[in-house]
């Protein structure tokens, strides 16, 4: 899709502009390896494999141990298993999406052992539904990433443009933590495990829950020399506290929220990540396991810089942001964003390459029409998080821990995104 996309792009800066193709694939080459945003490539792919090692921590496996006592039914178990992956979600995305798996995967195996026909199906939903908020929380990515100082600098060649923005960036204070923001998330947390409660109610029983059995055959090896390193407990903690203590004095030292970016995100969650894990040696065998994860933001977001590189520099995102404005006005303007997002987000199934594709759109919109930019930008959030729902990239980890298969999450996924389309219509107009 990926692919298919940037022939379109092409062929639209061919047919809308004054540009030739030698100078069209100069501009997407230019974008593909462009250095700021193979930075924004790599920040992302920590953010998602060391939440995705925090999950796998025996910390975490505590966790989800004590709150499957509590799923003795479908209606509760659903709604459990929400609240709990909305809340996780919010701090970290990688981390809820594992965490949500997981802890899906342990209530289907508890209701083997106790023999409770549950609707194993409505309860993965649940354990899928943190990528509803997962964008306006800490960890989402464009948030984070505007909020960086000199990032539209580094990403807008358009200086009339440029000098309407902001250059010290867009703070967390403006965009998660804004009055708007807040009350989405909290109204997502009540909301959607009431939700799936009340479809509970409806279909409490499903098919008979059935799991392949994987058998792992573990070699007992000698420690020596350096090895005895990597399975030193005491070594792996004292890094881990020393890694926590500088993100601990960066956030104490900072004046505003503007602290908060990637980098401070990946080094807290790369401190718990080390300290949570017994030694060295399981931090990295749980970093083997989740590296698969993040393979797609590998090969996939380069491809969605070029496509960036074609916008900005062929002129061809002026000729988007003026259809947007002459189908808009500053009241309307939000929905639209949202729903184009929504759009986007099935072909580009990614927060960090949707802002690589739509950003500078959405920008040069707004500033157009006048409308906040900050508020502009989480309707395209809201628009991401909505089509989570149906865009099934993203499920795929979930799919292969809960044995679940697409089909069987997208009747009640559904359900979530259209409260979704409700709850963020609603809440862009009112605020």
């Known amino acids: ?71 003795d039914s479908t209606p509760k178990a659903a709604s459990i298993v929400a609240f709990s992956t909305i809340i996780v979600s919010f701090l ?23 023999q409770l026909n549950l609707n194993y199906p409505l309860i993965g939903a649940a354990g899928y539904s943190g ?36 250059e010290n960036g867009i703070s967390l204070s ?27 109610k409806i279909k409490p029983q499903g098919s008979k829950i059935r799991f392949t059995k994987n058998t792992q055959v573990v070699e007992k090896t000698s420690i020596i020399g350096a090895e005895k390193i990597d399975h030193s407990k005491y070594l792996s903690k004292v890094i881990g506290f020393i890694i926590i203590a500088i993100a601990i004095r960066k956030g104490l030292m900072a004046s505003s929220l503007s602290f ?31 590296i698969v994860s993040a393979s797609g933001i590998l090969i996939q977001f380069p491809l969605y810089f070029g496509i960036m590189g074609i916008m900005n520099s062929s002129g ?37 390459g949707q802002w690589a ?9 707004a500033t157009d029409l006048d ?12 628009g991401d998080q909505l089509t989570n729902m149906l865009q099934p990239f993203w499920a795929l980890p979930l799919l292969g821990i809960t044995q679940l298969k697409a089909k069987e999450l997208l009747p009640y996924t559904i359900c979530i995104m259209l409260l979704g389309i409700i709850i963020f219509t609603f809440s862009l107009i009112l605020f």
């Open 357 to 365: 594709v739509q950003g500078l759109i959405i920008l040069q919109s």
């Open 92 to 114: 970290n995305w990688g981390l809820g999406l594992v965490f949500g798996a997981i802890l899906a995967r342990k209530v289907g195996e508890v209701s083997i052992k106790k």
């Open 1 to 71: 899709i990926a692919i298919i996309l940037t022939i379109l792009i092409v062929s639209l800066s061919y047919i809308l502009t004054d540009n030739n193709l030698i100078e069209i694939l100069t501009f997407w080459e230019n974008g593909l390896w462009n250095p700021s945003l193979m930075n924004f490539a790599m920040q992302m792919m920590l953010m998602l494999v060391l939440g995705y090692v925090i999950a796998l921590t025996s910390v975490f496996n505590k966790i989800i141990n004590h709150i499957t006592i509590l799923c």
């Open 371 to 382: 409308v906040s930019i900050s508020k502009s930008i989480m309707a395209l959030v809201y």
């Open 131 to 166: 990528l509803m908020v997962w964008h306006g929380g800490l960890s989402g990515s464009i948030p984070l990433k505007i909020a960086e100082e000199n990032h539209f600098s580094e990403i807008i060649s358009n200086t009339n443009l440029l000098q309407k923005l902001p």
């Open 316 to 352: 061809l995102v002026d000729v988007f942001a003026n259809f947007f404005v002459s189908i808009s006005n500053p009241e309307t303007y939000p929905v639209f964003t949202m729903l184009s997002g929504g759009i986007v987000n099935i072909f580009v199934p990614s927060g960090g």
């Open 260 to 290: 908060i970016n990637p980098n401070f995100v990946n080094l807290s969650l790369l401190g718990l990540a080390i300290i949570l894990h017994s030694n060295f040696k399981y931090f990295l065998n749980a970093v083997n396991e989740a």
């Open 174 to 200: 403006q965009t998660v933590f804004s009055e708007m923001n807040l009350m989405v998330s909290i109204l997502l947390l009540i909301l959607i495990p009431s939700l799936l409660f009340y479809i509970g």
